[in-house]
């Protein structure tokens, strides 16, 4: 079986900055992988590689067999027509630390904008997945309400649903509780629970070990650009090999 | 705890700290009043004694040329800002852009534009006919330059060129106001770049574009008049042509004064209702609990 998602010893340099520095990663489908590491280790700027928010300096990201960005011809990477670049993306969902919600948009037209305006989908379509949407992240009363309206964690929740609005392949959530008070981070590790049990492909950085613990096939432990360590979840944090994996699990359990 | 909730139901602890509060003596609001109020009469009553006939105010007022000449102001504004919009978004697109020659273009543009008097743009698009007496293309079409360059579309050309340099500054500044986070959600989502700022990105810009655009709408209102130097038949150059045969140089700009007044007003009320819909998100604004 070929992966859903294959990283191919990708580069990413910020001018003088290697944010990636030769990663291999794959994803199979309906897997969940939990990347965890320090700050300004990469991880986020490998999940924006990944869904081609950002372009790669070198290597290779496949989803479904699609290189993403680019397209190969004759043994040259030509990039991808805005177009077709934005047709990769709406197959994959991803959700921001910073929720990143419409503000001049309801809660359901959040939900729809993709959906009618980039698939096609028909209005009352769309509408009526939005709200089984809302109904599976426990919103369906706020959907004529304005994000900011709504509390951080009800934010994220509808942040998820509108990804997943799109019916993703794949969804990447970057940090997605970060950004949340304490009291908040249940609701939305809940709904990302039942995504994870039902079967979705599913690549979460977050600081939120347990739940990496609880819901991860696998974890991914980032440092300086680089994965230093991978492993089965459990058999990673109980028992990790490397001295940085050790360190930093030392001081976020601290 | 509870010996509080007692206490401050008592009535005699009550008494003891429920003073009324006196009211504050305004002394400045009453003394700015009585200023305003004597420089007012002092106004009127001048107007009064003064040597202006208002029977001639009154009857010109809804004279016909008097509202052809108001009618053009607005029709000359609204076609000058729908231009100076248009150019303005061209403009701040292009200098958002990641290509060197087109972002250098636009910084040259409105460079050129904001240095070079309103003034002489209109006399310069006006007399173009002195160097380039007809416009041609061999072969296909060549028109004599004097019915191009009339004095509508030289006025049109001068304002909304220029106001395009202006009005692009202002919605660059309103792009920019838009968090980094929105146009990567909707890119996420799978939004082309033109549906993104389309449906995303402007959108939420219009917040801030809105009342300056709408200060430069009620600026152009005023600003037409000096249209009326290459003859174009605005209020101005209506009411001149009247007080040049009578005389009544003072009642026929009272009547231009007046007219002004009612355009501002209406755009003003427009420019409010705009920008309460592009607040309606706002929390303090916002019904969207309530909305169905
Ligand atoms: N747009 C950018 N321009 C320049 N440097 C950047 C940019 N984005 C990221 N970097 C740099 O790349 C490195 C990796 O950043 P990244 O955001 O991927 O880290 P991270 O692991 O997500 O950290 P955090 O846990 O703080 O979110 C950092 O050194 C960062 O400063
Ligand atoms: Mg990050």
Redesign the pocket.
Known sequence: MTPLVQIMDVYKN?GP?R?LNGVSLDVFKGEVVCII?P???????MLRCINNLEKISRGLIKVDGEIIGYKLVDGMLHELSDKLASRQRSKIGMVFQQFNLFPHKTVIENLIEGPTHVKGTKQQKARDTAAKLLNQVGLNEKAHSYPNQLSGGQQQRVAIARALAMEPELMLFD?PTSALDPELVGEVLQVMRGLANSGHTMIV?THEIGFAREVADRIVFMDDGMIVEEGIAKELLADPKHTRTQNFLTAVRA | MSSIVKQSSDDAFKDKYHYPIATKFRYGRYLAAAIILFIAILIVHAFVVGKIDWGVVREYLFARSILTGIVNTVVLTIISMFLGISFGLIAALMRGSSNLVVRNTALFYIFFFRSVPVLLQLLIWYNLALIFPTIAIPGLFSIPMTEVATPFVAAVLAFGISQGAYTSEVIRSGLLSVDRGQAEAAKSLGMTKGQTLRRIIIPQAMRVIVPPVGNETIGMVKYTSLASIIQYREIIYSAQTIYFANAQVIELLFVCAFWYLVVVSILSFGQMHIERYYNRSSRDTAKGETKK
């Open positions: 910020y900055v944010a590491g700050s300004g280790s990469g991880k986020s700027t940090e950085v």
